[in-house]
């Protein structure tokens, strides 16, 4: 009977591990908490009649020695259907981060370690847990898989089946659910008021709001019997009071999975934020956390039209130190708002204001990353500073919505519309026509670069007077002729302009009006027409430079900028007064190319600015950049090099060194222009006329045809050439020669009288 006795105990007790070992399973794995010792595992007692004492098991981290489960104070016996978590040694039950987050009817125990593992549990690399025995028997076995955000756990979808990594899921919630139902967990019955939509998403004023509230059956049997109620929240207390109530419908046999959709209309809704609350009830759900939903929606005043307020101006390639910015204009009659309005290019997206600014009607408001935009820039309307998007060079986009995220304007530009260069902005021609056309813009023609703030340059505006030109005539005088003066203006606005044109001088050539000359008054022109003035005024005996300033006046004009017009006019010389007299085309030993001048008045002249061109193969003009005197009646010498003082006894004129264009030896010209550009001589030779073999070609009479081949001829000089000296072939006024020598008796002997 003993032997019998104690075999059955112990038969007895076998078969109370062997149940109780299988009734354990891992359930919660949290690895990457939000600091310190927060790891935790949970497991869970799988019966429904017995307990389990947790002080015999142990869990193993990975290669780590296992650690012993101990009493935290609450004792150690898991009762059935309920959840133990496991936490290190070292956390504070009290204070922890899960302190009231875990159940009352949840077992908390620890391990004996501080740690699991060697040092906590690794949170970027999947690793394996095992929960043994006394016997170090495996009881159950998980691999985790570390791809967790930081304080989401890894918990067990069903808890009666195994392990696998397929059973297992990321928490759905913070910090986890130690001690409760896991949140990946499909339960029983489970109606869940899965999303709650407006239409339209953005309402306006007077707009109908349809509102779709969806149901769906998250557990895992039918819901056989449900009702679903939307309250307009109308006091926002987020209680849904039965006068609040806008439709209630009750449904049956919602399947696993499957969802329906309820729709219901707020008509005619004013300006406002409204509040609405979608419930589903069933009285079977396990989770009613999900059963309602609490969403607002604003309906905004009446938005604005598209192209409200347009994109104006865009100074997207400024001069360095300057900052980019763009301008909008309101082109309406009425004040815009531009809170919550947005304002981006083709990558960034900011919001211009989130505080009441009113852009006013018909103006405008200036953009800028940078205040000190107003340094550079005199700016009548307001400068609004806010974190521009940098805009390419290349090509961008710009595009302003407004604060229900409606598009007012857009534009894409591309460097060839304009703006890319010097310092100009790109300014659009016509608020009416889209900005999406190429066409309408251009670079600024201000003569600030750009008009924030402003009308644009390239705008025609309503009155707008443009002084264009200031006409001479003669166009080009000649020293003391009488001079006299017309004035071109148009009128480039839409509207007939009454206006009044004044003339003065500028003496000392500062363009800026010294001394007033006229002024006429009572003109008027008609959108589109121009006018010639002519002033009495006469210049007389012009001996000098003299400016010119013109100003017209109109009170009404919208651009000043082109009201104003200066130009100078100076003197010249005649044909002929100073001439091409020889030419060195074709030297010899080494000798430069050079050419001679010769001044024909009684007055000295400045050739700088003056210029010499060659005429055949490919023309070269070099200009005289410096002062150069030509004294009158004297010559002057212009050479490729200095070394021509070595080829000659002596180069009485001035000689200019210059980058000579290289002359033909067969056939060529050469062109003299003065300072205005006008032909003062021009000479087209042959070396049929001389000048070859290291002679030069000179001139006979410097009052005779440039090109009559009988006035050059090859130099008889004994140095072959004359630089700076009058020709030899030239008459001269006083001429003594020594014609020859002769001897009588021509053949004289030895002791003869010889007449000489």
Known sequence: MIKKFFLFIFFLISISYSQSDTLITFSEVMFSPTSGNNEFVEIYNLSTTQSINLSTYKIKYYTSTADQIVDAGFGTTLLPNSYAIIF???????????????????????????????????????RPLWLLNSANDTIDYYFYSANNPTA????????????????WANSLVLNGTPGFTNSVSPTNYDLQLSSL?????????GNDITITARVKNKGIINASSYSLEIFNDINKDSVAETNELIFSQSYSNLFPNDSITATTILNSLSADTYQIIARVNFLNDLNPANNSLIKQFTVSPPGNNFNDIIINEIMYAPSTGEPEWIELYNRTTESINLKNWKLSDAATTITITTQDNFLPANSFIVISKDANVKNFYS?????????LPSLNNTGDAVVIKDFNNIKIDSVYYLPEWGGNTGGKSLERIDYNIPSTTSTNWKTSKSIFKATPGNINSVTQKDFDVLVSDVQFNPKYPLLGDNINIAVKVKNIGKNTAQFSVTLFEDTNLDSIPDTFIESISNLSLTAGDSSSLQFNYQVQNLQSKKGFFVRALFIQDQDTTNNYFYKSIEPGFPNQTVVVNEIMYAPLGGEPEWIELYNNSSLDINLKNWSVTDVL?????????????????SYAVLTRDSSINNYHRFVPSPALKINLPSLNNDRDGVVIKDNRELTIDSVLYSNQWGGTSGFSLERISSISNSNNQFNWASSKDIEQSTPGRINSITPKEFDLSVAGISFSPRFPTNGDDVLI
């Open 617 to 633: 193969t490919t023309p070269v003009t070099v200009t005289i950049k410096n002062d150069f005197i030509i004294p009158s009646n």
């Open 197 to 205: 939509t407006f239409s339209p998403t953005i309402p306006i004023a």
């Open 88 to 126: 290190e040694n070292d956390y504070d039950i009290t204070t922890g981060i899960y302190s009231g987050l875990v159940p009352s009817n949840a077992l908390v125990v620890k391990i004996a370690d501080n740690s699991f593992g060697t040092s906590g549990m690794a949170n970027t690399t999947s």
């Open 152 to 167: 989401i756990s890894d918990e067990k979808k069903i808890m009666n089946r195994d392990s696998l990594a397929t059973n």
């Open 379 to 387: 700016i009548p309307s307001e400068v609004f500073v806010a974190n």
